[in-house]
């Protein structure tokens, strides 16, 4: 899409160079379908020169200009699914992004993110395995948030005018979780409209995150300790704690309603894939009937 405002295309990764009427354009995808009637000009941070993925003892650190492309290659790498198994979620969250390999060539992993739609697939990635985000800010400041946290509503971050999305830091401690992915989409190759990662920690931890089927991520912990310091749930859930503690987490206006899925559907079905989630981890069979989520007022949903 042409975007007949735009005065200038300027190379920089400088949250200082940013004015009203600037945009970060990292791959464009999103810039360039939706155009725009107000931005003047776009800072352009693909010649940053960040390394798109670097490795260390302490984790994974994705550049916010890392493609999906790149992102996808990374668990072919000698050795690090044997070290960091959770990486298995690398590729099950590329292939939601249902795009074809131009798109996967050009999109950001930070792009993703700060798009902040709901069935954004390095959002679910990145929240999921408790991904902190390193954010530079005009004036030179530095801050994190875990990216469960960055993302705040449909299309909605916590980024703050002029702030820039440097990196996501991925854990050890998380990478090397079990996992569990469960994903559902109206149609075959649709976007996701519910997509839900479970995580078993080496300490006992079980983290839920829900993505897609709500406005933004939602995470539950039981048991552990919760990377942040926050409270957890307390111990390993059964069925009837894992379906109250969704109760208690997402209220009914929280989940989201597009095309790709009414909020009834994804309401119940994040409650049946929570629970698939939660028997597979904790190594139970599923005591879930085909439906999910428990009946309000007496009602099926
Ligand atoms: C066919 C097709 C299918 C798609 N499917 C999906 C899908 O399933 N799920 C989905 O979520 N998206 C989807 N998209 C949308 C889009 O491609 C992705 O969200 C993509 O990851 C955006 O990345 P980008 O680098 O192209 O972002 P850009 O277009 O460059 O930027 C997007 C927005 O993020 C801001 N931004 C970019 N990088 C940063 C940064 N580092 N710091 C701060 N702000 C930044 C920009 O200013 C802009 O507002 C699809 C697009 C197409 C064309």
Redesign the pocket.
């Known amino acids: 899409m042409d975007m007949n405002t735009i005065e200038a295309v300027v190379a920089t ?1 400088d949250p200082n160079e940013w004015h009203e009427g600037d ?12 155009g725009s009637v107000v931005l003047r000009r ?2 352009d ?2 010649s940053a020169g960040w390394p798109a993925i670097t490795t260390t003892a302490g984790g994974i650190e994705l550049a ?2 890392a ?2 492309a790149e992102l996808y290659d990374l668990p072919a790498r000698e050795g690090v699914l044997e070290e960091w198994p959770a990486l298995e979620l690398v590729r099950t969250c590329c292939d ?5 390999f131009k ?1 996967w060539n ?18 679910s990635l990145c929240a999921a395995l408790d991904g902190t985000a390193t ?1 530079l800010s005009p004036g030179g400041g530095v801050r994190e948030l875990p990216v469960a946290d960055l993302v705040v509503g449909d299309g909605c ?1 916590a ?1 703050l005018p002029g ?4 990196s996501i830091a991925l854990p050890a401690a998380s990478l090397r979780a079990r996992t569990a992915f469960r994903r559902l989409s109206l149609s075959n190759l649709g ?2 409209g519910v997509l839900l990662i479970g995580r078993l920690d080496a300490d006992g931890a079980l983290v839920l995150t829900v993505t897609a089927s709500t406005k933004r991520p939602v995470q539950l912990r039981f048991g552990g300790q919760s990377f942040d310091g926050q409270g957890t749930l307390g111990g390993r859930p059964d069925r009837s704690a894992l379906a109250g503690a969704l109760d208690a987490a997402i209220p009914e206006g929280l989940y989201h309603d597009d095309i790709h899925g009414l909020p009834r559907w994804r309401r119940d079905m994040t409650y049946r894939l929570a629970e698939e989630i939660r028997a597979e981890l904790l190594g139970e069979l599923s005591d879930e009937p085909l439906g999910g989520a428990p009946s309000r007022g007496g009602k099926k949903p």
């Open positions: 990764a945009a970060w354009l990292a791959g464009g995808t999103v810039l360039f379908s939706y776009l800072l941070i693909s916010a200009t493609t999906i939601s992004f249902v795009a074809s798109i050009m999109s950001t992993v930070g792009g993703n993110i700060c798009t902040a739609l709901p069935a954004g697939p390095m959002i954010i971050t980024l702030e820039l999305l440097r976007r996701s």
